[in-house]
């Protein structure tokens, strides 16, 4: 009975770990594809000019933060599903969640795809979006189909692994009895809905729809940074605990 508390325990340590690891990361991956795009995009829109301009220059830059981003979306998503298996050891719940961010890992990778896709043909690109940003998808559709499908394809199976990621951060936030864990998951949740408002407008446009979607960058920031801050005591916890049992060893 002893030894199963201890893999228990073990176990609930690497999850923590993991947790924390993958929300830093997934806070520093929001502001790099999310936030500084889209600070770029509201600075050509109110106040064109310069840099801030429809111009490759811009759409190039964009792409490449995306791009990185993505790349650190795959690591946050890698880290939460390896939590979640961690935790699923002692609770089978998390199965769901360690599954649903793999299909979200393979989501991410056809995004980067398609943003390299697009940083190829910038010049193409900006001609058709430049004056009508909202059909950005249609304009890399007619240039580069596989682009576009990738990019749909992508944000399904990458929306499905945020879905998971917020299945099991309510989860693990019952488990470590965090309610800032909790909240993250319940942020993340709002934040993959809004997500979904131009796909809805599309079959039933209803005003105001815009000015959701200008509070993506603080969502995207908000949900990881409230799952490290609930995480955080718990893995410092960890480490005290193992640096008694070492202490005491010794």
């Known amino acids: 009975m002893a030894e199963d508390l201890s893999d228990a325990a073990k176990n609930d340590r690497k999850g923590a770990f993991r947790l924390g690891l993958g929300s830093?990361?997934?806070?520093?991956?929001?502001?790099?594809?999310v936030?500084?795009?889209s600070a770029a995009i509201f600075a050509t829109a109110y106040n064109p000019g310069g840099f801030f301009s429809?111009?490759?220059t811009l759409l190039e830059t964009s792409s490449v933060l995306v791009l990185v981003g993505a790349a650190l979306f795959i690591l946050a998503l890698f880290l939460y599903r390896r939590a979640f298996s961690a935790l699923r050891k002692v609770d089978s719940e998390f199965a769901l969640a360690?599954?649903?961010?793999?299909l979200g890992s393979v989501g991410l990778v056809l995004i980067l795809v398609a943003a390299a896709v697009v940083t190829g043909t910038a010049s193409s690109l900006v001609t058709c979006i430049k004056g009508q940003p909202s059909h950005a998808l249609s304009c890399l559709e007619s240039s580069q189909p596989f682009g576009a499908y990738t990019a749909v394809i992508g944000f399904v199976l990458a929306w499905l692994g945020g879905l998971g990621v917020v299945f099991g951060l309510w989860i693990a936030g019952s488990r470590f009895r965090s309610p800032?864990?909790?909240l993250g998951s319940m942020v993340y949740?709002?934040?993959?809905?809004v997500l979904l408002l131009p796909l809805v407008e599309f079959?039933?446009?209803f005003p105001g729809s815009q000015y959701l979607l200008v509070i993506v960058p603080v969502l995207s920031v908000a949900a990881p940074l409230l799952v490290l801050v609930g995480i955080l005591p718990r893995i410092r916890a960890d480490q005290r605990a193992e640096a008694g049992t070492g202490t005491s060893a010794a």
């Open 54 to 56: 429809f111009a490759p």
């Open 203 to 205: 079959a039933f446009p």
């Open 24 to 33: 830093y990361f997934g806070l520093f991956a929001a502001v790099l594809a």
């Open 180 to 182: 800032a864990i909790t």
């Open 35 to 37: 936030v500084l795009p």
């Open 189 to 193: 949740l709002f934040f993959l809905f």
């Open 98 to 102: 360690s599954f649903l961010c793999l």
